[in-house]
Structure formats: structure tokens, C-alpha cells
């Protein structure tokens, strides 16, 4: 078969598997019970990976060079990224969650490359100049493995926060291992355990609960309690079910792993694209927008781990963070490319 048709034909192929695979794992998290769909949605990833695997290696052989040169190929390589990422994610959390979230995001990302890039911009071209080193399998290859671990990773604190409905629920049980759950009232909540609290008599301003004297007509004074108006408050949020405490510490649990594993390959990756500019133009850092906006992606992710670790913060505050980082990840893979010109620009739209 030709490389071209094979290519062709392995596009169109991951598009349909990823269409598939978000079904599957849509349906059996609608419907848990069912039978034969959790590892279904595994091996249908599985699959996926494997053609776009297929498909950027008949690219090189066809090539010659490493199949990062265009926005049609590092689109591929990304979603490649993004469902090794799943897997190993999968694997090692036990979890059919994350294909709810990451299988939607890497078929929209094939779906674009398949059927809304123009026909040239899918073919290969020979190389220009700057890109002719072998720092661009080093530099470029980790950069994006590490935008797809990170958009992973981010995408698991933006389900957190749908799940935990954005309330400030304060895990305990993802990096310390204590598995409880604090809430705004600061009072410690454990999956399965319901919390109930007996209702407290009105209080005056002066934080004292006032009793009258009264005497009955026999010489013994009775203390009656008056109660005092209550005061205006605001309703509380509606409580999570364990379930959802459960499913939140999931989440917030592989989030967090998952971006631990991506900012070591940015770092890296920014390391490389430091040292391949001092060879290609002289220069370690000039301030390209591109490299400005990694700079800005790494400074994003470092905040996540370093309040995470070295501060403690839990649940929500660091969910913001990380799904802030998944814009500020776009930003840098496409929208500078998009917004401006730069000496990352050529080979994708100017």
C-alpha cells in the first residue's frame, strides 16, 4: 500500500476510533452497571494510540526527518501524547474517568487536523533550514509530550471542579493520604459519613444567650430563655454525597500526578529549545513569544506543585490553578502561532 493512502486511511481511522471510544466511555459512565464497557473503552484507546503511532511513523519513513515539521503532524503527536497519557494514567489510577474527559479533547484535536486544515497543509514538506538538527526530535518531541501531560492533568482539576460544583472542599486524602475532606466550616467530613448538627439557641450581640427572671408567686425564680431574632444568613452550598467526595479525591489525585509527570518534561523540553537556540541563532533566550509564553506555561505548573507541596493546598485553590495552566498550555502550542509571528512561526500558518 502506498504510504500516502496508508496515511490517508489511518487519519480518518483515529478519528472514527476516538469518535467510538468517547461513546463507550460516555455511556458507561452514564450507565456503570452495564457490562463489558470499562475495558472496552481501554482497548479502544489502545487502538487509537496504535494508528496515530502508525501514521507519524509512515510520515517519517515517507520524510525522512521526524514528524513534527507542521501543525498537521504536532496536532497528531499531541493527541498521540494525550492517549499514551491516558493510558498510563488508567493503569495506574484503576479509573475509567479519565476517558470521560480526555477522549472528547483527542478526537476534537484529530477531528481539526482531519477535517479542517486545508489539504496542504496535511502533506509533507521538505524541512526549512532552522529545523534541519537533531535537536528538533529532542526539543520538540518532549515539548509536546509535556503539553499533553499537562492538558491531562489540567483536565482532571477542571472535572474536579464540575464535580465538586466549584465548592471549596479541602482534600486531605491526595498527597497526605489522610482521606478525609474538610469543608468551608472547617469541620473534617469522611467519605460515607454523615455529618449532622443539632440546632444552638440565638445568641445576643454580646455573644451571651440572655435568660429573664421570673418569679411564680411561690418564692422559686424560674430562668426563662428568650430567644433572640434570628439573624439573616447565608445559605450554605448543598452538601457532596460521598460519592461525589469520592469521586472528586479521584480526580484531584490524578491531577495531580499526572501534571507532577508533565512539568519535569517542560523543564526539559524548555532546557533543549535553549540550547538548540544558542546553535541555531546565537542566542540562549530572546525573548521570541513563544518561548515567553513557555516561560509563563512553567511559571503556571510551578505555582500548582510548589502550593501543593510545600504550602499543602488541597481541593479547589490548585484545581483554579491547573485549569487556568490548560489556557495558558493552548496559548503557547497554538494560539501564539495564531495571534503572532515569531521565530517559532514557520512550517504552520505564516
Request: charged letters at 10%.
Amino acid at each position: 500500500m502506498n504510504l500516502v493512502v496508508l496515511q490517508n486511511w489511518l487519519d480518518n481511522a483515529s478519528f472514527a476510533v476516538l469518535f467510538l471510544t468517547m461513546l463507550v466511555y460516555w455511556v458507561g459512565a452514564a450507565f456503570p452497571n452495564l457490562p463489558g464497557f470499562a475495558p472496552l473503552g481501554t482497548a479502544f484507546m489502545a487502538i487509537a494510540n496504535l494508528s496515530i503511532a502508525t501514521l507519524l511513523g509512515a510520515r517519517w519513513i515517507e520524510a525522512g526527518y521526524f514528524p513534527l515539521s507542521n501543525l498537521y503532524e504536532s496536532l497528531f503527536f499531541l493527541t498521540w501524547g494525550i492517549t499514551a497519557v491516558h493510558l498510563i494514567a488508567e493503569n495506574s489510577s484503576r479509573s475509567r474517568l479519565v476517558g470521560v474527559v480526555t477522549a472528547p479533547v483527542a478526537m476534537g484535536i484529530v477531528a481539526f487536523a482531519t477535517l479542517t486544515l486545508p489539504s496542504e497543509m496535511q502533506v509533507s514538506e521538505p524541512l526549512v533550514p532552522a529545523l534541519k538538527s537533531n535537536w528538533l526530535m529532542m526539543h520538540v518531541s518532549v515539548m509536546m509530550l509535556s503539553y499533553s501531560a499537562l492538558m491531562v492533568g489540567a483536565l482532571m482539576a477542571i472535572a474536579f471542579l464540575i464535580v465538586t460544583r466549584g465548592q471549596n472542599i479541602q482534600l486531605q486524602g491526595s498527597s497526605v493520604g489522610t482521606g478525609g475532606y474538610r469543608s468551608n466550616g472547617y469541620k473534617l467530613r469522611k467519605a460515607g459519613e454523615l455529618i449532622t448538627q443539632l440546632p444552638t439557641p440565638a445568641i445576643e450581640n454580646n455573644g451571651f444567650a440572655r435568660y429573664e427572671s421570673n418569679n411564680n408567686g411561690n418564692g422559686t425564680a424560674v430562668l426563662n430563655l428568650i430567644t433572640a431574632p434570628e439573624s439573616k444568613t447565608v445559605p450554605s452550598a448543598e452538601p457532596l454525597s460521598p460519592q461525589r467526595l469520592s469521586l472528586a479525591e479521584t480526580l484531584d489525585n490524578i491531577s495531580y500526578r499526572i501534571i507532577g509527570l508533565g512539568f519535569p518534561l517542560l523543564t526539559i523540553g524548555i532546557i533543549a529549545g535553549a540550547v538548540w537556540a544558542n546553535e541555531a541563532w546565537g542566542s540562549y533566550w530572546s525573548w521570541d513569544p513563544k518561548e515567553t509564553w513557555a516561560l509563563i506555561t512553567w511559571l503556571v505548573f510551578a505555582a500548582y506543585l510548589h502550593t501543593r507541596i510545600t504550602r499543602g493546598w488541597q481541593g479547589r485553590s490548585p484545581a483554579i490553578l491547573a485549569a487556568t495552566g490548560f489556557v495558558v498550555v493552548w496559548i503557547c502550542y497554538l494560539g501564539v502561532n495564531l495571534l503572532g509571528k515569531g521565530l517559532h512561526s514557520y512550517g504552520w500558518f505564516f
